[in-house]
Antibody, heavy 120, light 113 residues
């Protein structure tokens, strides 16, 4: 059973950048898509976008176009979320999840979440 | 974008009683070509990631107890917990995967009365 293991919590200053990683432990991504989902403190779930590691294709929600970049390294079975020019309202828990693609649209496996706190 | 609206925002139910959560989509999420509703339900307990409960509106994920039932079609969907257990205290989300961007409902918090 492949598990998704994310990098640890980050504290960042406004205007800086952060990269969160998501590694498939015990296996590979295979043909699955990997999505990123944001959850602000006390709020609901927001799909940010996805990548198909096999093909390298991405799809972003409009709210997450520009400052957010999703990439994947198939040699290490790791997906990444980079956020540049961080703002205070980027403070949230960021989850990676398997799924969100055409062939695997539901999120059947999730990382543990990574808290990114943005504060001066 | 397809807007998902859940109701109620929260509910308190006695142990062993039924809990019903509603989810309405701003447009139909039913695909005629596949005869499927592109609707999923997730459970999120405090401090944990969400867990897939139901896909295709009514298909329970592996290992999900049969007290969880998904129903509905088109734009109106329901998640029913037939006999609430203490471990069911959580926030429940519906999600459409009919068309990107994939969107979630605002969540329904289920507590014990």
């Amino acid at each position: 059973q492949v598990q998704l293991v994310q990098s640890g919590a980050e504290v960042k200053k406004p205007g800086s950048s952060v990269t969160v990683s998501c590694k498939a432990s015990g296996g590979t991504f295979g043909g699955n898509a990997i999505s990123w989902v944001r959850q602000a403190p006390g709020q609901g779930l927001e799909w940010m976008g996805m990548i198909s590691p096999m093909f390298g294709t991405t799809n972003y929600a409009q709210s997450f176009q520009g400052r957010f970049t999703i990439t994947a390294d198939t040699s290490t079975n790791t997906a990444f979320l980079e956020v540049i020019n961080l703002r205070s309202d980027d403070t949230a828990v960021y989850f990676c999840a398997r799924g969100g693609g055409v062939a695997d649209p539901t999120f059947d496996s999730w990382g543990q979440g990574t808290l990114v706190a943005v504060s001066s | 974008d397809i807007v998902m609206t859940q109701s109620p925002d929260s509910l308190a139910v006695s142990l062993g009683e039924r809990a019903t959560i509603n989810c309405k989509s701003s447009q139909s999420v039913f695909y005629r070509s596949s005869n499927q509703n592109h609707l999923a339900w997730y459970q999120q307990k405090p401090g944990q990631p969400p867990k897939l409960l139901i896909s295709w509106a009514s298909t329970r994920a592996f290992g999900v107890p049969d007290r969880f039932t998904g129903s509905g079609s088109g734009t109106d969907f329901t998640l029913t917990i037939s006999s609430l257990q203490a471990e069911d205290v959580a926030v429940y989300y519906c999600q459409q995967y009919y068309s990107p961007p994939l969107t979630f409902g605002g969540g329904t918090k289920v507590e014990i009365k």
